[in-house]
């Protein structure tokens, strides 16, 4: 199915099916880590990629490609390389588009595991990254060096909400000669096609929004088929490849997409804007309130202002932790992207191995809560934030 012949409501529910001679409704999962051949010769001609066709499960499985076709088509992208977890597709990007010598420039406001990658791994193997700010644009053109070959960014950002224009950034890059990666977990191409907007590469964490229900990990990267046979070489090669059985849960979870995309969208916009009349609530930062600093940037660039809402309380850590000991119906957890509201004080879980200084300067301060509004009545929401606030 051609990205430009349906909607992407559509594409959700039927984009890459592939009917077995059973003619079943439903996608089939493929639990064989093997696939056989009806002679020698084919065999051959499999192993050399001269007749496509299922090899081996670490290479390819019907379920999963599947789930490839449908998420690329949802993302307007020729190729989809499904992994493992969010962090595999992260992983699979660099070892297949980066060598030793090369330099990432990425925002500063990046998962906690993506900047441990960078710092830990990648610069091991000799690819340095420079950290920059998620909305100045000068400073991505400032830190290019001649040997640039990634720029990396997650828009909005967690837990600020901060949104980095894609589109010009992409222009940075491409003036530059080097690509740029956006990590689209927290808006789904639902949301937000950053390939529209002039990025090379898309990466995500299924585990979030994608499945939607907090029930397995899985992760992609997509763009061009030429960007992707490289990443897809090393997926083949090293083996952080998705499993039948959550590429089946995947492809549901892209079926409801739309619906509960626009659900989280819709209960996190009430949500932030009864925070912003609680008295003891100092700040609200939420893409969809006219109060966000990128209001109009992130209604330019994103269908609505997602499902993640970050807001201070007044009276710091003291205060924050209340509000969250307090509640009896929202999940203490970090995860986000799930059925179920989550609530979590960035400052001393996510964001607690940073320096004080780190935290002050990112604007992650003591009294700062994150929400990822669930899909929950509101109303009950409300009510179990309002006995902490
Ligand atoms: C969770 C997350 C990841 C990592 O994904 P996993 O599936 O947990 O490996 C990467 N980026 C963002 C923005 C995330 O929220």
Redesign the pocket.
């Known amino acids: 199915m051609s990205d430009n012949e349906y909607q992407l409501e559509t594409l959700a529910v039927r984009a890459g099916h592939v009917q077995t001679p059973f003619m079943e409704h439903g996608e089939a999962m493929f639990l064989t880590s093997s696939f056989t051949f009806d002679n020698a010769a084919q065999a051959a001609r499999r192993f050399i990629g001269e007749e496509p066709g299922n090899i081996y499960a670490r290479f390819t499985n019907p379920t999963t490609s599947m789930f490839e076709e449908r998420l690329a088509a949802l993302e307007g992208a020729e190729q989809c390389v499904a992994t493992s977890?969010?962090?595999?597709?992260?992983l699979s990007c660099g070892m297949g588009l980066l060598k030793a010598g090369d330099h990432i420039v990425a925002s500063r406001s990046?998962?906690g595991?993506?900047i441990n990658l960078f710092n830990n791994y990648f610069k091991k193997f000799g690819v340095e990254t420079t950290y920059v700010s998620a909305t100045d644009v000068a400073e991505w053109q400032a830190a290019v060096r001649p040997n640039t070959k990634l720029f990396f960014l997650?828009t909005p950002s967690?837990p600020l909400t901060e949104i980095s224009d894609i589109a010009a950034i992409a222009a940075v890059a491409k003036g530059c000669g080097a690509l740029l990666a956006v990590?689209n977990?927290?808006c789904t191409p639902i949301l937000q096609r950053p390939l529209d907007l002039g990025a090379d590469i898309v990466?995500h964490?299924?585990?979030?929004y994608i499945d939607g229900q907090g029930r397995v990990?899985?992760?992609a990267v997509l763009g061009s088929k030429k960007l992707m046979d490289p990443v897809y070489g090393f997926l083949r090669t090293a083996g952080p490849t998705m499993s039948a059985f959550n590429s089946w849960v995947f492809l549901k979870g892209l079926e409801t997409l739309k619906l509960r995309m626009d659900a989280h969208s819709a209960n996190a916009l009430q949500l932030a804007q009864w925070l912003e009349q609680q008295p003891n609530v100092a700040r609200v930062l939420y893409p969809g309130l006219p109060s966000h600093p990128q209001h109009a940037l992130a209604m330019k660039q994103q269908k609505t202002g997602g499902g993640i809402v970050a807001f201070e309380v007044k009276g710091g850590k003291e205060a924050a932790w209340k509000v969250i000991d307090n509640t009896k119906l929202l999940s203490i957890t970090a995860?986000?992207?799930d059925t179920k509201t989550t609530i979590t004080h960035p400052a001393t879980t996510t964001h607690a191995r940073i320096t004080p200084e780190a935290r002050a300067a990112a604007g992650i301060t003591d009294g700062l809560i994150r929400i990822a509004v669930g899909l929950e009545a509101v109303v009950d929401i409300q009510n179990d934030l309002a006995r902490g606030l």
Not at 85 to 90: E, L, T
Not at 205 to 208: E, L, Q
């Open positions: 977890s969010g962090m595999a597709a992260i990046l998962f595991s993506t997650e967690n990590d977990c927290f990466i964490s299924a585990t979030k990990l899985g992760g995860n986000l992207g």
